[in-house]
């Protein structure tokens, strides 16, 4: 992964189950690539049944033009479920960097894993389905070539106005949470 004002390429694959917000976090992330001036690919599938089934999304954001439109080799695996994780760890490019759920994933500590409560935090709130959101802030805090503003400005068009303003809480909160995170380890 390349991140810098003059180059960056950063294949991305966001993985867990139906109903967990994948495939509209995924859009967002590239709207919001291409809000910043970049370029950026998006590509999503599911299993056969929707809510509950294996779910991902693709996502390739570059300074440059992209000339095959899926991801080949990952550099920054999310992922909400051990099927997923199982699945798609093998993607990974070797300094790929993980974010997971600490309850439902169980990873192999490598220094390029990083859990978070994730869907405990959703559950908390009564919203699973906007836990790719809050992943997002989570992310965007150090893993990201996407500044923040630019992801809030996704969120905004991507929703009715009640529920982007709900959305933009939970980005900020994960947004938060990692940015503790990583000030507790200096």
């Known amino acids: 992964m390349k991140v810098d004002n003059t180059s960056i390429c950063q294949q991305i694959v966001l993985s867990g189950a139906g109903g967990q917000g994948l495939g509209t976090g995924g859009k967002i992330l590239a709207e919001a690539a291409i ?6 690919t998006q590509s999503q599938t599911y299993g056969a049944q929707a809510r509950g089934g294996a779910s991902y999304a693709e996502v390739i954001i ?3 033009e992209i000339l095959y439109p ?4 990952a550099d920054l695996l999310l992922t909400l479920t ?3 994780y199982q699945k798609y760890k093998s993607s990974l490019v070797p300094q790929g ?8 994933v169980q ?3 490598d220094g390029k894993t990083y859990g978070f409560n994730m869907l405990k935090y959703m559950r908390e ?5 906007s836990v790719t959101i809050f992943a997002l802030g989570v992310m965007a805090a150090h ?4 500044k923040k503003e630019f992801i809030l400005a996704a969120i905004e068009s991507n929703f009715a106005e009640n529920v982007a303003a709900i959305n933009k809480q939970y980005f900020l909160a994960g947004f938060d949470i990692a940015r503790e995170f990583f000030a507790g380890l200096m």
């Open 35 to 40: 809000f910043q001036g970049l370029n950026a």
């Open 62 to 64: 570059s300074s440059r």
């Open 70 to 73: 899926l991801v080949e080799r």
């Open 82 to 84: 051990q099927p997923a």
């Open 97 to 104: 960097i993980v974010i997971y759920d600490l309850n439902y």
């Open 107 to 109: 990873s192999e500590p």
């Open 125 to 129: 709130r009564k919203n699973e389905k």
């Open 143 to 146: 893993w990201l070539p996407v």
